[in-house]
């Protein structure tokens, strides 16, 4: 049908009806706007969506309701100024405005008016209106909202579904130094150091593709060169009509200066609880050298007459020698800084290789119960931070027993230590402390449970805040940093505590199916070469392991010659190195280092074989002088056996 039809059909429409005056009206009363006439302040017609409007229950009940009855006293004034300047301007039509109105039940709501003045004796004006209340508060919503946008610290920026900025806050602009206007049109990719269709952009482009949020944290390089962290989420914006995405938010909070204080704290907090174990591996130590003491008096007076007994006494002071070994390797390992070691561990094991240290911890009346699964399967963690979190745990459970036994001697309270597995599900998991995923399955846990003065609920919902502590000093390593390595061994901790009752930390670890590796132990010296004509220089500052050394060598038939510190060694070496066959060389000394040493031996002989005596790990160690080929280690306080057998390893090298 064409324009000329729809007229014709129009025309007949109204000769049909009788009466253009009763069509007009019909239009008008099936309009959704609504429509009002009024002259000298009353209304003379309003049609059905103005009645509507306006709360009257039909179009006659405003017949001659006074106009600024209708009108609310905000806007009163301007809209009569209005009506007055369009009676007095022939043919004046209004342009639009928005005013405050009045139902017939008195609540207010806005409108959008426009009027027309309609000629007549005495001329009427012509309004029509439009409730727009929903857009107004949708517009004060977007004003508050863009406003507090605008003044957040986190960065805020909108891109489109490709990547390119479309809005960014100040705080975005300020982090990447630019202004907002200039990020406008660049790309995220581009802005935090990357580009497009690199490894993250695939990985974020997945998820959001996908209809999901991206969380991770990243590092930027911002225009002047800094290095920021950042903890950045990213999620999808999808069209309200088609759900098609079209948008993606992007929010950025810098932690660069967070993870630079938790790791300050950390660090200080490590050696801060340090202090709290320094009274008992003294008083340790002290039992220990007792006993070595004890022993060495008792066999030098038995050699001449008893020397069974005396044999007896050496044997004593050889075992205390060796526990006093392994409470220095295990305060090492506690007190070491250094790169985390990520491997598979055996929660009980670890447990047990710590009990001697984890005893001297505790109070007079504080018992320690171990009660360890002996069928674990392994979890990847660093040993270090394991260990710190175990040694802290327990700790803070001794403190918790020492006050809730203030006075109260007769009954010493227990402590104890759980290790096992456990099959836990999502609802178990989100009673866990912290806003990590629940993953339910089976996990393997780490529990320390005391009889102490237990949590109020006050306290357990600051525990895990940086900084808190319940102790006139702090001491230990803070809960919000345990939980930190916690998380980052992607596992959970979840506190159950009661006021006088106690408290019960339980740790939960993924299980891996990777074995853990065992540590060989020392068995008999490999084959020797003929120790006859084989010389060893021995560089140490102490002159008492200098002397052990050169017995258990000489003893073994090995010739040696003796350094003080490396600045000797180097002149020894210098002169007799032709002689020389194994280096064996202590790393801290006085005037030049055993790594100094190290570097000037083999600029004398690029062949030497030198052996690293030190108290370090081997591990870290061997990662210390990775690109150096040394010929082995021997780890202080060492065995005739061991040394031999190094010695021995270092010589079958060719």
């Given amino acids: 049908m064409n324009s000329q039809d729809i007229s014709n059909q129009f025309s007949a429409s109204l000769l049909a009806s009788g009466d253009a005056n009763v069509l007009i009206s019909r239009i008008i009363n099936t309009m959704v706007d609504a429509v009002l006439v009024h002259q000298d ?9 103005a009645a509507t409007l306006l709360g009257a229950d039909s179009p006659q009940q405003l017949i001659g309701y006074p106009v600024m009855d209708c009108v609310d006293s ?12 369009m009676m007095e301007q022939q043919g004046a039509t209004a342009a639009l405005m928005e005013h405050c109105l009045l139902k017939l039940d008195g609540s207010r709501f806005y409108a959008e008016l426009q009027a027309s003045r309609l000629e007549g004796d005495p001329p009427m004006v012509l309004v029509v209106a439009r409730d727009i209340t929903e857009r107004k508060r949708s517009e004060r919503q977007i004003h508050m909202l863009s406003q507090t946008i605008e003044h957040m610290n986190a960065s805020v920026c909108i891109t489109d579904n490709k990547g390119v900025v479309i809005y960014a806050n100040r705080a975005s602009a300020k982090m990447y130094d630019l202004t907002p206007e200039q990020m406008v049109g660049h790309s995220a990719a581009e802005l935090r150091g990357g580009q497009n269709n690199d490894l993250i952009y695939q990985e974020i482009a997945a998820q959001l593709g996908r209809g999901k949020s991206w969380h991770q944290e990243l590092e930027i390089t911002t225009k002047n060169g800094d290095k920021r962290i950042l903890d950045r989420v990213i999620f999808p914006i999808p069209d309200s009509h088609s759900g098609e995405l079209i948008f993606y938010a992007c929010i950025d909070r810098d932690i660069t200066e967070l993870r630079q204080q938790r790791s300050q704290l950390e660090h200080t907090q490590r050696l801060e609880s340090l202090g709290v174990l320094a009274g008992g591996i003294a008083h340790d130590f002290n039992n220990i050298l007792t006993a070595i003491m004890g022993n060495a008096e008792l066999a030098t007076t038995k050699l001449a007459s008893n020397p069974i007994a005396a044999h007896t006494n050496l044997i004593r002071i050889s075992q205390s020698s060796e526990r006093a070994a392994k409470l220095c390797q295990q305060m090492l390992a506690y007190a ?3 790169h ?30 171990f009660k360890l699964d002996d069928a674990l399967p392994a979890i990847q963690a660093d040993e270090a931070q394991i260990q710190q979190v175990i040694m802290n745990l327990i700790t803070n459970a001794n403190e918790a027993m020492d006050g809730s036994m203030a006075g109260a001697k007769q009954n010493a309270g227990t402590i104890t230590l759980r290790t096992g597995i456990k099959q836990v599900s999502a609802r178990w998991l989100r009673g866990c402390v912290g806003n990590e995923e629940p993953r339910p399955g089976k996990y393997v846990f780490i529990q320390v449970s005391d009889e102490g ?22 001491r230990g390593l803070g809960m919000s940093a345990i939980l930190g390595i916690i998380q980052g061994h992607h596992g959970y901790l979840r506190l159950e505590s009661q006021l006088d009752k106690g408290t019960t930390f339980t740790l939960l670890f993924p299980p891996t199916e990777q074995s853990v590796s065992v540590a060989e132990e020392a068995g008999d010296p490999v084959a020797l070469l003929p120790a006859a004509g ?13 002397e052990a050394a050169g017995m258990m060598l000489s003893d073994a038939g090995f010739s040696t010659r003796i350094a003080c510190d490396g600045a000797e060694a180097v002149k020894v070496f210098e002169q007799s190195h032709e002689e020389i066959d194994v280096v064996l060389l202590d790393l801290t000394m006085p005037q030049m280092d055993g790594e100094t040493a190290l570097l000037a031996l083999r600029k004398i002989d690029p062949t030497v074989r030198v052996l690293i005596s030190s108290g370090y790990s081997s591990s870290e160690l061997a990662s210390r002088f990775a690109k150096q080929h040394l010929s082995g280690f021997v780890h202080k306080p060492y065995t ?12 079958s090298d060719q």
């Fill in 74 to 85: 905000e806007s009163r004034a301007n809209v009569m100024a209005r009506i007055q300047q």
């Fill in 640 to 651: 005739p056996q061991q040394l031999i057998a190094a010695v021995g390893q270092a010589l």
């Fill in 340 to 369: 985390f070691i990520v491997q598979p561990l055996d929660l009980s094991v670890e447990v047990r290789t710590m009990s001697s240290l984890l005893q001297v911890s505790l109070g007079k009346q504080v018992h320690l119960t």
């Fill in 41 to 49: 302040g009353h209304f003379v017609f309003v049609n059905q969506a």
């Fill in 336 to 338: 070491g800084k250094g």
């Fill in 453 to 474: 003065c237990g949590m109020d609920a006050a306290t357990q919902a600051k525990i895990f805040d940086p900084f808190f502590t319940t102790k006139f000093t702090g």
């Fill in 534 to 546: 084989r010389m060893v220089l021995i560089v140490d500052d102490e002159e008492p392991i200098r």
